[in-house]
């Protein structure tokens, strides 16, 4: 357990000083912020996912297959943080808004002015004892603007909205109890005047949550569990999910023995869609706790699956859990993309989602049930999805038994797809899917659950999937069912992917690499190296001046970045919970360090 510990604990950092800008002062909480400069919002990006949809496409169609050679950065600048930088940058009213990881301060950057000076930079202060309990390594992915705020998370559980045109602090609430090991590192999303965010720490058997706050004071409207019974979860009368494993009542306790489900897991880390045609959000849920299966005999719902809610109320409609019984950490927290696809002979209204354990699922998004399913990856733990039944059906010889080393489990922990999100564009009906080519060997043991501390039970050590690449960028399509091109990357692709109506694609490499592709053809355009590898999240927009721009955060670190942003020992592969054994040579290929970067054409 010490070990395990130690693995889970993040190196201090030292914040560096932008001195030549003031610091914006926390004021009193207040409700009305200054009103925002007058500016077309069609070529903003308010939100980490630009849309409620998460299909991370721009409209912006300058930057082409044509010219996207003569691309030249306009600005690179440090954020004055070290860690992984997995956050995108947003852009609203001629103002850039980053969160850096911990300390999480938000930075704005002035687009109506050359080389984007800061406007001002708010300090929310975490506890730094946060460092030592979030999982894999002190990241943050984003914030939201919406009505002339600013809203965002820190590590040590809060949630904070700030005025966009000055960082005056409007309000902050407190969400986590970090004591116990819980911690936040999601991007919230704005919906209907509530912004939703959820928890981490399933790995310190945290049970998970999405809570609704108001928009304007910052107080609860609704808390939904992800375990527990049914008026915890917020199940009722409305509560229809396709299948029958998912029927029944209070399954949040009794698919668990005894009260295992109050350090069930669970947690909403991941990232949140919405479709106001049918008032629908939908979200993941984590994995269960702990990674030792046996340890939690039955279904474990409602873990590692999807949710359907009313925003107003957090009322569940509907559920489909991806892996029952989680045997690997796959979770379920990853991106769910709304589109209306042909399938069967007519339109559909689907959600899309390449999961943790290498399926690319197509959902009816009113329902729940399940049209497709195919592998994204390679795949070893188990046989397919039944499509009558819904039911992931596992491989035997992959399942975890408590002291007996299972080898050759693919994909790996952070699943064929981790958190990075993919992107959709709607002119080549493409879904472009950043991800990982790694299995792992395990072993899994007895842990008992102490809080705030590890709730593993499992050693893992991850490799290179076959091929011996560690990543890749995939263009999927969803109706015909399979890859139409595919990029292999030697490190896993951890940053997220951007698809522009100029016919472009965008993604970062782990050694600092970012690149521009043909969305069509995977063609290699464009590339510029940066001085720390990419795991953040690429945007686009349009400036004051009326040119499209490219933004990007640098800065190596995450769960697969931990041997260079937490400065690990390459010789222990059990370090980073088995993932430094599959980076033990990122060290010779990048440097640790954050920085801002924007691209654009030469006027």
């Not at 297959?65 to 001629?94: C, K, M, Q, S, Y």
Request: net charge positive.
């Amino acid at each position: 357990m010490r070990r395990a510990a130690a693995l889970l604990c993040l190196a201090l950092m030292t914040p560096l000083a932008w001195a030549q800008a003031p610091a914006a002062v926390p004021s009193p909480s207040a409700s009305t912020p200054a009103a925002p400069p007058e500016h077309d919002p069609a070529g903003d990006w308010p939100m980490a996912a630009r849309d409620h949809a998460n299909t991370r496409f721009s409209p912006l169609a300058q930057i082409t297959p044509d010219n996207v050679a003569r691309l030249r950065p306009v600005l690179e600048r440090a954020t004055g943080a070290e860690r992984g930088h997995e956050a995108a940058p947003i852009v609203a009213g001629g103002t850039m808004f980053v969160v850096t990881p911990y300390p999480n301060e938000l930075l704005a950057l002035d687009l109506a002015r050359p080389g984007f000076p800061l406007k001002w930079r708010y300090r929310p202060h975490p506890d730094a004892a946060a460092q030592g309990v979030a999982c894999c390594d002190v990241v943050n992915r984003g914030a939201a603007y919406d009505g002339g705020r600013v809203f965002f998370n820190t590590l040590d559980g809060l949630a904070i909205a700030v005025d966009a045109a000055t960082g005056r602090e409007l309000w902050r609430t407190k969400l986590g109890d970090l004591r116990r090991g819980e911690t936040i590192t999601m991007a919230p999303l704005v919906v209907r005047g509530k912004v939703l965010i959820g928890n981490s720490g399933g790995e310190y058997g945290m049970r998970g949550w999405l809570v609704a706050l108001d928009a304007a004071s910052g107080k609860e409207r609704w808390r939904a569990w992800s375990t527990g019974p049914d008026k915890d979860v917020l199940i009722g009368t409305a509560f229809k999910p396709f299948y029958p494993q998912d029927r029944g009542p209070d399954l949040g306790e009794r698919s668990w023995p005894g009260q295992a489900w109050k350090q069930g897991g669970g947690n909403v880390w991941g990232w949140v869609s919405y479709d106001p045609r049918l008032d629908l959000l939908y979200h993941g849920t984590g994995n269960p706790g702990p990674w030792n299966p046996e340890q939690r005999p039955g279904s474990n719902h409602w873990t590692s699956g999807v949710f359907a809610r009313r925003p107003d109320s957090g009322e569940a409609v509907w559920f489909y859990q991806w892996s029952p019984h989680d045997l690997h950490d796959y979770d379920g927290v990853n991106e769910n993309v709304l589109l209306d696809l042909p399938i069967g002979g007519r339109t559909r209204q689907v959600l899309v989602h390449p999961d943790r354990n290498g399926y690319l699922y197509v959902l009816d998004r009113a329902t729940g049930q399940v049209l497709s399913a195919d592998p994204f990856a390679a795949v070893t733990t188990s046989l397919g999805v039944d499509l009558q039944s819904g039911a992931l059906r596992y491989e035997p010889s992959k399942a975890p038994r408590a002291g007996k080393p299972v080898r050759d489990i693919c994909p790996a922990s952070p699943g064929a797809k981790d958190w990075q999100p993919s992107a959709w564009s709607p002119r080549t009906r493409l879904l472009y899917i950043p991800h990982q080519n790694l299995c792992q060997d395990a072993t899994t043991s007895t842990v008992s659950y102490i809080a705030g501390t590890p709730y593993l039970g499992a050693d893992v050590k991850m490799k290179p999937g076959p091929g011996g690449h560690r990543g890749a960028l995939d263009a999927w399509d969803p109706v015909a069912r399979k890859a139409v091109w595919t990029i292999k990357e030697h490190f896993p692709v951890w940053s997220g992917a951007l698809a522009t109506a100029g016919g472009l694609v965008f993604y970062g490499t782990m050694d600092g690499w970012f690149k521009a592709v043909d969305a069509r053809s995977g063609k290699a355009l464009w590339k510029h190296r940066t001085p720390s590898g990419i795991v953040g999240q690429p945007v686009s927009f349009l400036g004051p001046d009326g040119r499209q721009y490219i933004a990007v955060l640098s800065g190596v670190g995450g769960w697969a970045g931990a041997i260079v942003a937490g400065g690990l020992d390459p010789r222990d592969g059990t370090a980073a919970l088995g993932f430094l054994n599959a980076m033990r040579d990122l060290p010779q290929a990048t440097r640790k360090g954050g920085a801002i970067h924007v691209f654009a054409l030469p006027k």
